[in-house]
Every structure is written in C-alpha cells, then in structure tokens.
C-alpha cells in the first residue's frame, strides 16, 4: 500500500485533482491507512488513521474555501500545509523540501558512508520483514549471504587504510553490480 501511495504521488505529481482521486480510490481497497501513508509522504509526519483521515478531509475542504478567494488556484500540498499550520497548529515551524532532497536524506540516513551500502541496523530491519513475511504464510524464499574479507586487518596495517577504504569501496561496487533491485546488500 505504502508503495502504491508514492507511486500515485510521483506519477501524478503536478496534477492535485488525480492526486485526490488516486487517494480515494486507493482507500476504498486499503481503507484509512492510506490517509496516514498520504501525510507521510506529505509532510514527513505520522499521525493515527482517524487523525490522519480527519485532516485530509479538513484540508481538501480547506482548499477549496481558500481556492473561492480571486487569485492562483491553490494546489493540496499548500492547501494541507496551510491547514496544518494555520488551522490544527501541528506543524509550527515548516520547512519546503524537494522530494529527490528529503529522499537522499534518508538513504543518507540508512546507508554506510564509506561503502554506500546499507547500515547493519536496516540489514536487521529488513531481514525481519522477510522473516515476518514467511511466517504470515505469504510464501516465498529468501536467501541471505553473508562473506568475510580474509586477512582483511594485515592489508590495512601493510597497505594503509586509505588503501583498505579503497578495497572495501570496490568490494561494496562490486556486490551492487551483481545483485537485484530490491536486494539488500549492507555492510554488517
């Protein structure tokens, strides 16, 4: 579901009416959760279903009381800021950010800052998910890999650790090359 959410929002980006349509389609085969997914993707905040749902409906309605004033049309992205700010007061201090920005903020934000490879901590997080999913019954496999660079101490002492960044970033690139999307390669 959460995947169908940013889907819709990077596809219809610009267009706010297939923006509120998709929603609502999407809610009608994943119900309230999507509201929460929606203001998440939004504004990067979490709120309860009820919650969430509730301030979308507000801020729609909100947009078009705003949109009845001589001016600009204004879009859903401003509607529901404004809305969170001016009327709920949940957002006290927002911040304009790019969504390409915010998402190499979160790769950042999971991923090891010599190799680019994921962090242990997502490593961990996702194999949970795996396993989560076979005990659901979901069916599936899922294979995990793990390897060790043999005498990996002596290389740095003999060649330096500038050399031994330079191994693990070429080793890291090398595994990328050879898995698929969707696999996790992380440096535990």
């Not at 923006?19 to 993707?41: E, K, S």
Request: hydrophobic share 40%; aromatic share 8%.
């Amino acid at each position: 579901m959460e995947e169908e959410v940013l889907q819709l929002f990077q596809h219809w980006g610009h267009d706010d009416e297939k923006i509120v349509g998709g929603l609502q389609t999407l809610t009608a085969v994943w119900g309230d959760d999507v509201y929460q997914a929606a203001m998440r993707h939004l504004v990067g905040k979490d709120f309860d279903r009820a919650t969430a749902r509730q301030y979308w409906h507000e801020a729609t309605s909100h947009r078009e009381r705003l949109s009845l004033s001589p001016g600009v049309p204004l879009g859903i992205r401003s509607a529901l800021l404004n809305y969170l700010q001016q009327v709920a007061g949940e957002m006290r201090d927002p911040r304009i950010m790019e969504a390409h920005l915010l998402e190499s903020i979160r790769r950042a934000a999971i991923s090891d800052s010599l190799t680019g490879l994921f962090q242990h901590a997502y490593f961990k997080s996702s194999l949970g998910k795996e396993i989560a999913k076979l005990s659901r019954g979901s069916g599936g496999q899922f294979a995990v890999i793990l390897m060790d660079l043999d005498h990996f101490k002596q290389y740095n002492d003999r060649c330096g650790h500038l050399a031994g960044d330079l191994a693990l970033r070429l080793v890291a690139e090398r595994l990328r090359e050879h898995t698929r999307e969707g696999d996790v390669v992380a440096r535990y």
